[in-house]
């Protein structure tokens, strides 16, 4: 069973495209995150949430969205894709927010806009 | 100024040796937590172990042991009889400060390593 899941895992579009990506955890976990890696692997939060409601929001660009429709998932919208958003996403989760919370990440999407 | 540095972007390491990643973080908090992560090149992120700022002894999991060196900010993964699967990069990673919303985690820029046969 895979506890941190992201779909697609490989997202090929082209400029000014809108995408989104699902991501879903089967852990029982209350908070969530999206982070991206750049290519030179560098690992940055862009957004978490506690229970459906938002509690970091890094400086993202607007075009980026999330969305949590319930604890067990959390989906990126892009709009209007940039070459610079070409990146690994990475969905990832903890139980709660507080001091010895692990964050379990899910396999990343690779996204490449041309 | 960055937060987490790794200053080893990459090294090579004989199999069945030990080897030492460095990190050094910066914070004023005196509540921060401490994790280090492995990438191997199929680009999962796997959690490898966790220390605490007042935790008075350094963390172990089995092969994984955290050098904690509080008054010089650096908190060193140790891995002792490297193996193959070893092979991957490594993230340290801030969490601060412990009282505050969220679990914001910084990480470092990384250290590849390559274990040799």
């Known amino acids: 069973d895979t506890a941190v899941s992201q779909t697609p895992k490989y997202l090929v579009t082209q400029m000014g495209n809108d995408k989104s990506i699902k991501c879903e955890q089967n852990l029982g976990h209350d908070t969530m995150y999206w982070y991206k890696q750049d290519s030179k692997k560098f690992l940055k939060i862009m957004f978490s949430?506690?229970?459906?409601?938002?509690?970091i929001n890094e400086t993202v660009p607007n075009r980026f969205s999330p969305k949590s429709p319930d604890k067990a998932h959390l989906n990126l919208h892009i709009n209007s894709l940039e070459l610079g958003d070409s990146a690994v996403y990475f969905c990832?989760?903890?139980?709660?927010?507080?001091?010895?919370?692990?964050?379990?990440f899910g396999p990343g999407t690779r996204l490449t806009v041309t | 100024a960055q937060k987490i540095t790794q200053t080893q972007p990459g090294m090579f390491v004989q199999e069945k040796e030990a080897v030492t990643l460095d990190c050094t973080y910066d914070?004023?908090?005196?509540?921060?937590?401490l994790f280090w992560y492995k990438q191997p090149s199929s680009g999962e992120m796997i959690f490898l172990i966790y220390q605490g700022s007042y935790d008075q002894q350094n963390a172990t999991e089995g092969r994984y042991s955290l050098n904690f060196q509080k008054a010089r900010k650096s908190a060193n993964l140790v891995i002792s009889a490297s193996q193959l699967g070893d092979s991957a990069m490594y993230f340290c990673a801030m969490r601060e400060p412990l009282r505050a919303a969220g679990n914001k985690l910084t990480f470092g820029g990384g250290t590849r390593v390559l274990v040799k046969p």
């Open positions: 914070t004023s908090d005196p509540s921060y937590g």
């Open positions: 990832a989760s903890s139980q709660g927010t507080g001091a010895i919370h692990e964050q379990y």
């Open positions: 949430y506690n229970n459906k409601e938002l509690i």
